[in-house]
């Protein structure tokens, strides 16, 4: 009777299919499982009733790049966003985007295009070459009419994209260069130049690829009827165990498959890759039920903002690292809602899930994922980066919480040293507590003890706040320090050699120091002093009784080369509250007393040497300004920037002096730390003076004058110089990072010295450090343990000990726990790219100064290969010519592209070694804010914003334009466009920029009246409305870094604009691919290693 049964199932299924194809021809279908029934499949872009007729729209106008298809709840799939267009018109008006170099016409409410006899008729009335419509002409500093063209305008050209293309190694695979050609790529969001003509679709037949991208946006269509259809949909689409619909059903509204393929598993979505010529659709097949939600790697270009609405965060930024927020909430991270419960592969349901509230904030921890592999070979399948980014003394956005534990000390396990956090449990009524990182079972002392509820927790747990918030500060007993507090020590050494004073940095130093003047006094036991060099060293006494400075000249710098030589043992560090006039008449004497000096060298490695000597006693900061080389005593150095070639670059980059690395270890044992400020006209060795402050906690400025205004680079340098003074610093601390039972941490990366296997040792630390960790599952039994448990979730706990300015004893305590998985799509699910990345480029980092640039590249692209091809072996049918990825790394290949290109990796002798060097200490020690926009910086177009734009929300915050990908094709001569790099702002002013915009902005009429240094382009306020929008646009910019970023302003054709269009990674330059090249080569190798 059941095989009866059976059978006709089957033959009622085989039934219903062939009907089916019947009403959509050329259409494949799986077959059903019995009792159930296939989907006829939903085109993106597409109504979503498959019922409803679609309306055609006429070939290549009004077409919208798919923005990509975000994670939606539980198993039905979001509508595919549209992007915004760069500029203009396409500001604020759904499913616009207009064609580079092509001119804008306004578009209709609703997403829908013109017909091309509408479409001319917009374009005569706007001015050639694309921009600006009247009605935002009229709210702007421009006229209401346009103005007469006198000629027609040409496309823009990247200046830096001369130079002809040579395949490098990081896009090499197998024994031969690649075959992609130099030349005959098509501009960004246009059809292949060598694509064959569009072919007339047939009646009834499904859309082809261009068909797709025409639909009208589902933005379009009225929210009840959208509502109704989805309804309609949940209703015919029939479920499985646990919600999920049966293997085979089509997504609601994903796009469909290609003739001949089969349909595709839950959560994926179908790919088109059109290579060039190519023409057609590619081959797909059916995936594992598991996998995650997908997104196709689009051929051609996509613009930065389609990243950025990817995976499940909200739209906020146009960056393309906009990454998944971390939910720790749930105990499964499933795509496909919530699991059944016997879970899925067999993973035993979760009875414990940590709070939200309790975790620590991302300000200070962020991991890689959210949901971490139950096993190292699930991690291996990956691919992935197991790591978390630390910034302990990052700004918080609540005041952190001070606790004092009572008599009997800080709660502690007696095991691992771990300290009590909200993810502990308390058991046998409150009288123990169980580590959650190893397990061990702890006594309460009796002053700490408090009765249990049912539900495990403390009836006093809202009042312990290391009990409930996973970042707390503990006050510090006296066994936790080993010497009374430190106070806070700030000692000088200040270059004043010919060089230093002609450049304005001594000027810019004395200038820096007295505008800090009362944030020194604000604590009493503050000490200063201060140590001038040129070809000798000078000490000054600044003791309180004395009317004036006196100064001690050392001649003889030999001294230095056997001992560190101090002619006054007192009165070198004094109390700058006491001794206050004296140092305030030696900042005023300073300037004029080397003002007529002849001399050019430099004993820096003998001052550094006495400096350490005066500071040894208490510790403290010590601040080098240097602008010459050092040439004379201890420490010298020579030119290393003539004749730098591929082979010897990387050893440009390696210490010079092993000098350097011995007084910087000695600088750690007695908790000194250096900060280096470069004032760099010329060559300054940054990768040996880099040394001290990479081992003591310190950081390095460098300030490259080349084609840039000296006093523009001297306010930088003294913004940054007062930074350092005022802002909060932790004196000699030492940080160490726990992981539960069963992980393990495997490299650190940052600045910082590493006494033990796991203690890291920073003198000072700031707001502006960070420290990476790189972490391995070591024993995955340990991890089994704790399902069996019923708790799968593992705890990463840093401590910082560290004294603060006002001279107490402080530990600092950021506790996360990170939920586990053994399902594969899960772990895609929760991948944080933007740490991901900052993990990728350290380890980077630490294989250019070991081993080759070339290398590091080379590593770079191995891995964004090893992480695409193992996703693709897991979620595709074998053989599969189509290239597919996850939504959470749908901006993984662009970013690969940019972190290549990036001043820290990319080849090419314009980049000065000094340069490279800084940006290299910037990534492997700055906050994740500066790291992110250094590999993919953010531009926005100036020359015409949007409506809200540079104007305050109802939140009250100023609405910023929308990013722009990072491309020649998004200029506009007539337009000013601004960068931000994550270290300074950069703005570009195009020759063609209407004289309305230019007096609006910089109160000129003409480019042609600012000078060879560009002194008339200085974006100040005036009294208009676009200058205090653009001006508001470029404040909240600054403001989102604690230090100052100075603005560059170049115009067209300066030769400084070529380090504007430097950061154009989507442009062919210098020997890199250009991003659809790029994609070519990264599809060709990805199935290559998928496959073989």
């Known amino acids: 009777l059941g095989l009866r049964r059976r ?12 009907a089916r194809r019947r009403q959509y021809p050329g259409e494949a279908y799986d077959m059903a499982a019995p009792g159930q029934g296939a989907q006829p499949p939903v085109y993106a872009g597409a109504p979503a009733s498959p019922y409803q007729p679609q309306q055609q729209q006429p070939q290549g106008y009004g077409q919208a790049q798919p923005q990509g298809y975000p994670q939606g709840q539980g198993y039905q799939a979001q509508q595919p966003q549209y992007p915004q267009a760069h500029m203009g018109p396409a500001q604020g008006q759904a499913g616009a985007q207009y064609p580079p170099n092509q ?17 001319q008729q917009q374009q005569q009335q706007q001015p050639q070459g694309g921009g600006y419509p009247p009605q935002q002409l009229q709210s702007g500093p421009y006229p209401s009419q346009p103005q007469p063209q006198q000629q027609q305008q040409q496309p823009f050209k990247n200046p830096l994209a001369d130079a002809p293309f040579r395949p490098n190694e990081h896009v090499q695979s197998g024994k031969g260069q690649s075959s992609v050609p130099a030349a005959g790529y098509p501009a960004y969001g246009m059809a292949p130049m060598n694509a064959p003509p569009p072919v007339t679709p047939q009646a009834n037949a499904p859309p082809s690829t261009q068909q797709v991208l025409q639909q009208t946006p589902p933005s379009a269509q009225p929210p009840q009827q959208q509502q109704q259809q989805q309804q309609q949909q949940q209703q015919q689409q029939p479920t499985g165990q646990g919600g999920c619909p049966p293997q085979g059903a089509a997504p609601a509204t994903a796009p469909p498959p290609a003739a001949g393929a089969q349909a595709r598993g839950p959560g994926q979505r179908r790919v088109y890759a059109e290579l060039s010529g190519g023409g057609g659709e590619a081959a797909g097949g059916m995936a594992p039920p598991s996998a995650p939600s997908q997104q196709h790697i689009p051929m051609m270009s996509v613009p930065a903002g389609e990243y950025a609405h990817t995976g499940p965060s909200s739209p906020a930024s146009s960056s393309p690292y906009a990454s998944p927020a971390h939910s720790y909430a749930a105990p499964a991270a499933s795509p496909y809602g919530q699991a059944p419960a016997g879970g899925y592969g067999g993973a035993a349901p979760v009875e414990w899930s940590p709070s939200e509230e309790a975790q620590c904030p991302d300000t200070f921890m962020r991991t890689t994922m959210s949901t971490f592999p139950m096993s190292d070979k699930l991690l291996l399948q990956t691919g992935l980066p197991l790591g978390a980014i630390i910034e302990p003394m990052a700004v918080p956005d609540e005041k952190i919480p001070v606790v004092n534990f009572p008599q009997s000390g800080i709660v502690r396990c007696r095991k691992c040293r771990a300290y009590i956090n909200p993810f502990a449990r308390f058991i046998e009524s409150g009288k123990r507590w169980r580590c959650n990182l190893c397990a061990y079972t702890n006594e309460v002392p009796s002053d700490y003890y408090c009765m249990v509820g049912n539900d495990g927790k403390r009836y006093d747990v809202n009042e312990r706040k290391e009990l409930c918030t996973g970042c707390v500060e503990i ?29 304005g940095m001594l000027s810019a130093t004395v200038s820096a120091i007295r505008r800090t003047l009362d944030r020194l006094a604000e604590d009493e036991r503050t000490k200063v002093g201060f140590i001038a060099y040129d070809e000798h060293v000078h000490f000054f006494n600044l003791r309180a009784n004395l009317s004036a400075p006196q100064m001690l000249v050392v001649p003889d710098i030999s001294v230095y080369a056997s001992s560190a030589f101090v002619p006054l043992k007192d009165d070198l560090l004094v109390n700058f509250a006491e001794s206050r006039d004296v140092v305030e008449s030696l900042l005023e004497k300073l300037p004029h007393m080397y003002a007529q000096t002849k001399v050019v060298e430099s004993a820096l490695g003998s001052a550094m040497s006495a400096a350490t000597a005066v500071v040894k006693p208490v510790g403290g900061k010590i601040l080098l300004c240097a602008a010459t080389l050092p040439s004379v005593g201890v420490g010298q150095l020579r030119v290393r920037q003539t004749a730098v070639t591929a082979e010897n670059e990387t050893e440009h980059l390696r210490l010079a002096n092993q000098w350097y690395k011995t007084l910087a270890l000695e600088q750690s044992r007695v908790q000194v730390s250096t900060d280096v400020f470069l004032f760099a006209p010329k060559h300054l060795d940054a990768a040996s003076l880099g040394v001290l402050p990479r081992i003591t906690g310190g950081e390095l400025f460098y300030y490259n004058l080349a084609g840039k205004d000296n006093t523009q680079g001297g306010r930088k340098f003294e913004e940054d110089l007062a930074s350092c003074i005022r802002r909060e610093t932790g004196f000699e601390a030492v940080m160490r990072v726990r992981c539960t039972k069963g992980i393990k941490v495997r490299d650190h990366f940052g600045n910082f010295f590493v006494r033990t296997n796991d203690l890291l040792a920073l003198p000072n630390v700031d707001r ?11 024993d995955p039994k340990e991890l089994n343990l704790l399902r069996q448990r019923g708790d799968s979730h593992i705890t990463l706990q840093a401590a910082l000990l560290y004294t603060t300015s006002s001279g107490q004893r402080r530990i600092r305590s950021m506790t996360k726990c990170v939920p586990l998985s053994n399902v594969l799509a899960d772990i895609y699910q929760a991948v944080n790219l933007d740490t991901c990345m900052n993990l990728f480029a350290r380890i980077a980092l630490e294989k250019a100064i070991s081993s080759t640039l070339g290398d590091a590249r080379q590593a770079i692209m191995n891995k964004c290969v090893d992480i695409l091809s193992k996703y693709q072996r897991s979620f595709s049918q074998k053989h599969a010519q189509q290239l597919i990825c996850p939504n959470t790394l749908n901006a993984f290949p662009m970013l690969t592209l940019a972190l290549i290109k990036s001043t820290a990796f990319r080849q090419g002798s314009e980049i000065s070694l000094d340069e490279r060097t800084a940006v290299m200490h910037t990534i492997r020690s700055g906050p994740a804010a500066v790291s992110r926009r250094l590999i993919y910086p953010d531009m926005y177009a100036l020359g015409a914003l949007s409506e809200g734009a540079g104007r305050k929300n109802e939140a009250g915050a100023v609405v910023l334009p929308d990013a722009m990908e990072l491309a020649s094709e998004r200029i506009d001569r007539r337009g000013v466009f601004l960068i931000d790099n994550g270290i300074e702002l950069l703005m570009w002013v195009g020759k063609s920029a209407h004289p309305d915009l230019l007096r609006a902005l910089f109160n000129i009429s003409s480019l042609e009246e600012v000078d060879a240094h560009n002194t008339q382009l200085q974006l100040v306020p005036y009294d208009n409305e676009y200058s205090q929008r653009v001006n508001a646009v470029v404040d909240t910019i600054r403001a989102r870094y604690p230090n100052y970023r100075q603005l560059y302003v170049f115009k067209e054709g300066d030769r400084g604009e070529q380090y504007f269009f430097s950061f154009f990674v989507h442009d062919r330059m210098r020997g890199n691919y250009s991003y659809p090249e790029f994609l070519r080569e990264l599809q060709r190798t990805v199935l290559a290693k998928a496959w073989k």
């Not at 059978?7 to 062939?18: F, G, I, K």
């Not at 001119?103 to 479409?119: E, N």
């Not at 700030?490 to 050699?497: A, P, S």
């Open 7 to 18: 059978e006709a199932q089957r033959v009622l299924n085989v039934a219903a299919a062939m």
């Open 768 to 778: 502006d450090k960070s420290v990476a960790v790189h972490l391995e599952i070591n």
């Open 475 to 503: 006050i510090a007993p006296a066994e936790y320090m080993v010497r009374p507090p430190q106070p806070s020590v700030y000692f000088f050494v200040i270059d004043v050699t010919y060089t230093a004073v002609t450049t």
């Open 103 to 119: 001119p804008a016409h306004s578009t209709p409410p609703g997403g829908a295009s013109y017909p091309p006899q509408q479409q």
